[in-house]
């Protein structure tokens, strides 16, 4: 069975889990541990999802399925932290949190981390860098490094 959500929507998902989590203490009207622990779950996910090799990853050094194994123990993380952390009686942080765990395991399930960006090899002039060795230096003969004039 092909899995619904591909790499390039996932990458969309992601970042609006950052913007949910950011806005969620203010919206929902909770503080303390609940929200410091949204804050720091929002600068995790966005560095991971800025370091993930898909579409929408700035360095690629993560690679999709080993961000779909942390995004389930992320979810795992979520369900569990109301009561880990003494706020299971603040009733908007739990059931945020228990939300975020639901939609979490809902996507890494109809996530294919199968996939992969192939990028066009590189052509006389690329300046692109991630992921390819830099470019052998460039060997100056004497002649062309000595001035003209001497």
Known sequence: MKKPISAQ?????DY??????????????FQGTPAAI???????????TGCTD???????????????????V???FLMAAP???????????RNFFVLVAIIIFVVVALTDYSQRIEFPPPQPGDRRRW?????????????SSTPSGS
């Open 38 to 48: 949204v804050y720091w779950l929002a600068g995790i996910h966005l560095l991971m």
């Open 83 to 93: 009561w880990m952390f003494g706020f299971a009686d603040v009733y908007a942080a």
């Open 9 to 13: 929507v996932h990458g969309v998902l």
């Open 74 to 76: 992320a979810g795992l």
């Open 16 to 29: 609006a889990t950052v913007a949910a989590f950011l806005n969620a203490p203010m919206v929902l009207g």
């Open 131 to 143: 992921g390819r060795a830099p470019p052998p230096p460039v060997e100056r003969t004497s002649e």
């Open 54 to 72: 898909f579409p929408l990853g700035v360095f690629n050094w993560i690679p999709f399925k080993i961000h779909g194994s942390i995004e389930l």
